[in-house]
Nanobody, 121 residues
Framework: QVQLVESGGGLVQAGGSLRLSCAASGRIFRVNDMGWYRQAPGKQRELVTSITSGGITNYADSVKGRFTIYRDNAKNTVALQMNSLKPEDTAVYYC???????????????WGQGTQVTVSS
């Protein structure tokens, strides 16, 4: 099994910044893509950003220029720096990793427990 543990999040005023972190641990053979998703009340979960093991990034249009994803392959960690936050960024943010289990050598999609980000106007 692979576990993802998130940290960060909280309450911030509009225009402020927050940083989320996520660490993958457990029976890991290889971590492929990592990313962050979010889900606002009454809405579907959506991709915020992702990064490949080679460092290729992808961002939702709504966060381009404001959010930056970082990854440390050696530590199997990913971080999300969020700047110029807006009230519409309010959501539960989930870390995601596409990883190969070292025991089975089967690739799965793993999720963190989610962390609340609230941006006040």
């Amino acid at each position: 099994q692979v576990q993802l543990v998130e940290s960060g999040g909280g309450l911030v005023q509009a225009g402020g910044s927050l940083r989320l972190s996520c660490a993958a641990s457990g029976r890991i053979f290889r971590v492929n893509d990592m990313g962050w998703y979010r889900q606002a009340p009454g809405k579907q979960r959506e991709l915020v950003t992702s990064i490949t093991s080679g460092g290729i990034t992808n961002y939702a249009d709504s966060v381009k220029g404001r959010f930056t994803i970082y990854r440390d392959n050696a530590k199997n960690t990913v971080a999300l720096q969020m700047n110029s936050l807006k009230p519409e960024d309010t959501a539960v943010y989930y870390c995601n990793a596409i990883a190969v289990d070292a025991g089975t050598l089967i690739q799965h999609s793993y999720w963190g427990q989610g962390t609340q980000v609230t941006v006040s106007s």
